[in-house]
C-alpha cells in the first residue's frame, strides 16, 4: 500500500462507527474483542462500513493475516 494513493482508496472507507486506542495489543479483553491481538499499537475503528476488494483478501491471505471484516457481515464462527 505503501506510496500507492490508488491502493490506499480501495483499502479504506471514510463511513465507520466507534474508535478505540490500544496501547498494548497483546493483552486486554479490547485486543481481543477486535481480534487485533499482536497488531501495531493504534486507533482503531469498531466497525466499518464497506467490502474489501477479493484481490486484498487473498493478498492478506497470502501474507499469512487472517482477514476479519468489520462491516458486521462477518461470522463469529468462521473466525
Do not use: F
Request: proline residues 4%.
Amino acid at each position: 500500500m505503501k506510496n500507492s494513493s490508488d491502493t490506499i482508496g480501495d483499502c479504506t472507507s471514510e463511513v465507520m462507527e466507534g474508535l478505540v486506542t490500544v496501547n498494548d495489543t497483546n493483552t486486554g479483553w479490547v485486543s481481543r474483542w477486535l481480534r487485533i491481538s499482536g497488531y501495531v499499537p493504534g486507533v482503531y475503528a469498531t466497525k466499518v462500513n464497506g467490502v474489501l476488494p477479493e484481490e486484498y483478501v487473498a493478498a492478506a491471505e497470502n501474507a499469512g493475516v487472517q482477514y476479519i471484516p468489520r462491516d458486521g457481515s462477518g461470522n463469529e464462527d468462521d473466525v
